[in-house]
């Protein structure tokens, strides 16, 4: 039995392996966590324990290995590999998100893509056949899917969600605006605009300031 | 002329002003640093590190008052006001833009929209009638607006960037899967639901490894 990571560790691991993969591609084969921190805006002591939990990556006073530690935490997250995912929701979000040209070349496929609307049930959007949502455990029970997509109005959101979770999905990837519920096992994650959002007023207000 | 603080500590500052507003409608009246980080999943050393570039907030041993800090967070990060938006890309992803629920309720409000196609420019979507991104430069002059959405291909992105950036616009949401780039002084944050993905893979996969 492994020891338990904290999620919010867990979290943090993507935009490490984001910042080793742009060091690897400019030809970097050594970073300190000290370095790391100040591209990521974290203390080198947080850095140095969130990857203490996987093991020892680096040596005292030498840095990482950045290659190495690139590959290990890709590994570590899953990301060497293709997942398979379902849409809830082919409204005009749904639609751009068939559309997303953001998700394949990091491995991530929407495979099957379900709405309640005759309007779209039936077409063919993005290369995938849009279902009506009423097959979908049934579906489910016949093609496994490793993540779902809800992009539904923010009114039935908790419902469709309560659904994938019934269906056995286990990460779910939320864009309503809801903070949804979800059963101990099950992750989930909100695509939230409003938080970029509210990370840059903080300027505009001090040149409105400025400005006065 | 205040002292520089550093992008990533304003970065922060909003997921804070979040669990603030979260405790405060708890009935909370006050928070340790330590409580907050565990929360959040930072150290408490990092949040009174970030929060002391603001003055002096919390007693030590005392913890934060909720309601005092919340709202000095909301002050210093402007979100006790409205912002007004330009969108530019009314295809699928732009017209669901214009009808996410999620950005009113906390004060940033779309205003205008523009677009290259004939087939939506002129419509009334969301209550906002698309104009040609060819009238863009002249109507931004006309109208001030805070924030500029993009929302098109990612081979047009980095161009409307520019454009926006020439019009006077210091803070840009980006949904186009590019990382763009701006002058400095200009301020750009990325919707990145692949980042927020690769962070629940890593459980997917200690999944399979328990179920073979």
Redesign the interface.
């Known amino acids: 039995m492994?020891i338990e990571i904290?999620?919010?560790?867990?979290?943090?691991?993507?935009?490490y392996?984001?910042a080793l993969a742009d060091l690897e591609a400019q030809g970097r084969e050594v970073v300190s966590s000290q370095e790391l921190g100040e591209k990521?805006?974290?203390?080198p002591?947080?850095i140095r324990?969130d990857l203490s939990y996987f093991g020892r990556f680096g040596k005292q006073g030498r840095g990482y290995n950045v290659r190495r530690l690139s590959e290990h935490l890709r590994h570590?997250?899953?990301?060497d590999r293709t997942?398979d995912m379902v849409l809830i929701g082919v409204?005009?979000?749904g639609?751009?998100i068939l559309?997303?040209?953001?998700?394949a070349p990091?491995g991530?496929r929407v495979v099957e893509a379900f709405d309640a609307s005759p309007a779209v049930i039936g077409r063919t959007i993005g290369g995938i056949v849009v279902r009506d949502v009423r097959d979908l455990k049934q579906r489910l029970a016949e093609r496994k899917v490793?993540?779902g997509i809800v992009?539904v109005?923010?009114a039935v959101a908790q419902e469709v969600i309560d659904t994938l979770v019934e269906c056995g999905i286990?990460?779910i990837?939320n864009?309503a605006?809801i903070a949804a519920q979800v059963p101990p096992g099950v992750?989930i994650?909100?695509?939230?605009?409003?938080?970029?959002?509210?990370?840059?007023?903080?300027?505009?207000?001090?040149?409105d300031g400025a400005a006065k």
Chains 1, 2 share one sequence.
């Open positions: 492994p904290p999620e919010v560790v867990i979290e943090r691991l993507p935009v392996a984001r990521l805006g974290v203390t002591a947080q324990k570590i997250l899953g990301l997942w409204g005009p979000l639609q751009a559309h997303y040209g953001g998700f990091q991530f490793d993540i992009a109005p923010a286990k990460a990837l864009y605006p992750h994650r909100r695509v939230d605009p409003v938080l970029e959002l509210q990370s840059m007023t903080y300027y505009l207000k001090s040149q």
